[in-house]
Structure formats: structure tokens, C-alpha cells
């Protein structure tokens, strides 16, 4: 609708006795269609996201309207509907901001509130991501809900993983077991990955791949092309690291592909790193740090620390690339990496790829 038009019909609408009845009914018709699309998004049925997407502003309303109304259980309801939309579209600030919110306008121990503690761990990037993950297990087991025990079993392995690799592969295993028992085929799909990155971690490589490569099956079985696409990124790096460059680079590409097919910001960025890693790995630093630093740009935009996905990895690819640079040339490429693109840092990357294997 054309602004004016809708600013005039706006005006006129607050002129009369209707508007907050008409506001109420907005509320709840847009809870409604959150509610509608959340078990849609763990199998990350483009429909579904890219309704969300259309309506963000709609959402946005509702959200503000039941916090106006005092509706503070309805608000739990639609901040926890939503958690894993604004996790996939790269929302992550504003979902942080509305999860807080709503949990701090009611402590009761409702349904509501548990889901919506998984949501505050799951687009959390510090400390506070295990504190609200544990409160919602708990949460959860007081209420005697499987499924939602299962969810914050999986949302405290991702939060505790950093600090706790072994704790984090338990609750993996527990929620993948918990998941496939209850017929939720796709959240099993996720804990598995969780509970493949926890075993390479744990130095059990070649357990790791194996879930990682039964988990790429199943996920091309359900349709589930974030699943598939998270894991190639994972196999290209085992590869990686087995000195496979070969079986990584296409691994790497079909995963950058799938992630920008399903509008995927987040998991576009982490591409562009695991593309930095392979370019340290090849000697080529300058365009490593690049692509490191376009990453870690885009992280940031998003609401996410780099460093918190993973910080060994981290690490490592840093060390690489400030092994071959001296502290000017590191910094010049790193202030050019900020300022690139994401097209821009993907394309130098693999232009950078393809004159190497032209060179062989």
C-alpha cells in the first residue's frame, strides 16, 4: 500500500472505537501464522521461511501490540515460534532483543516461557546461552514434555560445547536418541551433527565422519538442504584435514551453493571462513585474510561473534594466515576483507582457488 494511503487509513483508524479491537485481532492472527509455520522450520521448507520473511513487519506489530496489551504469555508464545526464524535468516540481534524481553515480562513456569528459553539460548552468542538453555530443561522436565526436553537437550549441548565437549556429546546423544523415538526425523538430523562435531572434536575423527556422512544421506532423503548443506561444509573440512584438497574444494562449493539458495546469511558467512581456512591452508594469505575478515564482518551484522562457532578453528586459521604475513600486510588485507562484499569475497576466493588449480 502506497504510504500515504496507509498513513491516512492508519490515522482514521485510530480516529475510531475500533482500533484496539482491530489491533487484538491483528495479534493474534499473526501468533497464529507463527505458530502455523514453527514446525515447518526445522526441515527448512522454503515456504515457510520466506512467509515469515514477507510478513517480519506484520510480526514485528504483533509482537509490540501483545507487549502493549499486557498479553505477556502471548508474546512467550510468538518470541518462541519464532526463535528458529530469526536464528536461519540471520535475525539474530532482533531476536535476542524480543526473546529478552518477553522472558522478562513473565517468569511464570509455563510452556511458553521454556520454549522461548531455548529460543534466548539458541540466538545467544555468550554465557547467558547456557544459563537459558539449563533453565528450560528444567523447565521442560517439570512439565513432563518429551519433545520440548529432547529441544533443550540439544540447544544446552550447543551452549555448553565450547566450555564442555564431553557434556555437550551426552545431551547430543540424548536429544538425537529422544528425537528419533518421537518421529521428529528433522531435529534428529541436527542433534546428529551436533553429536558429529562433538566426537571429531573429541579426537573420535572417524566416528564423526560417519555420522556426518549417514546425516548428508538422510538429509537429501527428508529434503533437508540446510542439514545437507551444514554438512558438507563439515565433510570438506575433515577432508580438509586428511589433506584431501581435492574432495574438499567441490564439498565447499555445493555447500556455499545450497546455503545461498535457501537464503541462509549466517551459514553463507561460515562458508566464506572454511573458504579462508582452505586459502591459508594453500599458502595464500592475503586472500585468506580477506575472506576471514568479510566473514567476521558478516558475523557481526548478523549479532554473532566469529570466534563463538568455533573457537579452535578459529584459531588455527588465524595462526595460518599471521604465519605468512607481516603485520602490515595482515592489517592492510584484513581492512579490505571488512570492507568487501559477501559476492565479492566468495568470488575472490575462488578465483583464487582457480588460478591455483591452473597452476597444477
Not at 6 to 27: G, I, N, V
Not at 254 to 281: C, K, M, N, T, Y
Request: glycine content about 6%; proline content about 2%; some cysteine.
Amino acid at each position: 500500500m502506497l504510504e500515504t494511503i496507509r498513513d491516512f487509513a492508519s490515522e482514521r483508524l485510530q480516529e475510531s472505537t475500533e482500533a484496539q479491537d482491530l489491533q487484538r485481532k491483528h495479534a493474534e492472527h499473526f501468533l497464529a501464522v507463527a505458530e502455523e509455520a514453527e514446525p515447518y522450520l526445522p526441515a527448512y521448507q522454503r515456504e515457510w521461511i520466506d512467509r515469515l520473511e514477507v510478513e517480519h513487519d506484520n510480526l514485528r506489530a504483533a509482537f509490540d501490540r501483545l507487549e502493549s496489551f499486557g498479553e505477556t504469555q502471548l508474546a512467550l508464545r510468538l518470541a518462541g515460534a519464532l526463535s528458529r526464524f530469526w536464528l536461519v535468516k540471520g535475525h539474530l540481534a532482533e531476536g535476542r532483543r524480543r526473546l529478552g524481553a518477553a522472558l522478562d515480562a513473565d517468569d511464570h513456569p509455563t510452556a511458553a516461557r521454556a520454549k522461548a528459553l531455548d529460543g534466548a539460548s539458541m540466538t545467544a552468542d555468550d554465557a547467558a546461552s547456557r544459563v537459558h538453555a539449563e533453565e528450560g530443561l528444567a523447565l521442560h522436565r517439570a512439565l513432563g514434555d518429551a519433545w520440548g526436553i529432547a529441544h533443550s537437550q540439544l540447544t544446552l549441548g550447543s551452549a555448553v560445547a565450547i566450555d564442555d565437549m564431553p557434556m555437550a556429546r551426552e545431551l547430543y546423544d540424548e536429544s538425537a536418541r529422544a528425537f528419533r523415538e518421537l518421529g521428529d526425523e528433522h531435529l534428529a538430523l541436527i542433534a546428529i551433527r551436533g553429536l558429529a562435531w562433538a566426537c571429531i572434536t573429541l579426537g573420535e575423527r572417524e566416528r564423526g565422519r560417519a555420522l556426518h556422512e549417514e546425516n548428508l544421506h538422510r538429509a537429501r532423503a527428508l529434503g533437508n538442504r540446510r542439514v545437507e548443506a551444514i554438512t558438507l561444509g563439515a565433510l570438506a573440512i575433515h577432508a580438509l584435514q586428511d589433506g584431501r584438497l581435492d574432495d574438499a574444494i567441490p564439498m565447499l562449493l555445493e555447500s556455499h551453493r545450497l546455503h545461498l539458495a535457501i537464503g541462509d546469511p549466517l551459514q553463507s558467512a561460515f562458508d566464506l571462513f572454511r573458504f579462508s581456512h582452505v586459502l591459508a591452508v594453500k599458502e595464500k594469505a592475503e586472500a585468506a585474510a580477506r575472506a576471514f575478515a568479510c566473514s567476521d564482518a558478516l558475523c557481526e551484522e548478523i549479532g554473532l561473534r566469529l570466534r563463538t562457532w568455533d573457537p579452535e578453528f578459529f584459531d588455527e586459521t588465524m595462526a595460518m594466515i599471521r604465519s605468512q604475513l607481516d603485520e602490515a600486510a595482515f592489517a592492510e588485507a584484513w581492512d579490505e576483507g571488512r570492507k568487501l562484499t559477501a559476492e565479492a569475497a566468495v568470488t575472490l576466493a575462488l578465483d583464487t582457488l582457480e588460478s591455483l588449480d591452473s597452476t597444477r
